[in-house]
């Protein structure tokens, strides 16, 4: 039995994630930066020296694609990256003092999007939210019927 797309919960979810996405990307810009180099450059800013695979898992990318990314973030001196002291086969990877400039230009107009988003609830309501999105992910992780 087909189901109405307005009763289709994933839709909604995905319309909400696009204007998310839209209003971050506006916010970012003039700090020269896509959204998943923001992502990135935010993970880096509380896990220095993280590997790239682990920052990929922390941006919820494929490893592929944070290659680009970094790829990216090193072409414009954003992030550096070094041979780990024991595990020469890893590379850590840091902001440069650059990055960490675009990082905190792009994350004061990010806070404002977040804040407006979560100005629309009460604590409650921004509780309930957050738990009722992790049930969306438990259910979601359980696999595809």
């Known amino acids: 039995m087909r189901m109405p797309m307005s009763e ?11 204007e998310l996405m839209t209003a971050k990307h506006a916010a970012v810009k003039p700090a020269g930066l896509t959204v998943p180099q923001y992502a990135a ?6 896990q ?7 920052l990929a898992r922390a941006c919820l990318v494929t490893p592929q ?3 680009t990314i970094l790829q990216n ?4 001196g954003l992030v550096e990256r070094t041979p780990h002291p024991v ?5 850590e990877t840091r902001l440069t003092g650059t990055g960490a400039a675009a990082v905190d230009r792009a994350d004061v107009r990010a806070v404002a999007v977040e ?4 100005d629309e609830f009460t604590a409650e309501e921004r509780a309930t939210l ?8 438990t259910a979601l992780a359980g696999g595809v019927d």
């Open 8 to 18: 289709r919960l994933g839709a909604h979810l995905k319309r909400v994630e696009q």
């Open 41 to 46: 450059l935010l993970v880096l800013t509380e």
């Open 48 to 54: 220095p020296g993280i590997s790239a695979a682990a």
């Open 65 to 67: 694609t944070m290659t």
């Open 73 to 76: 973030l090193l072409s414009l």
């Open 87 to 91: 595990h020469r086969n890893v590379l």
């Open 115 to 118: 804040r407006r988003l979560a």
């Open 130 to 137: 957050v738990a009722l999105l992790g049930r969306c992910s």
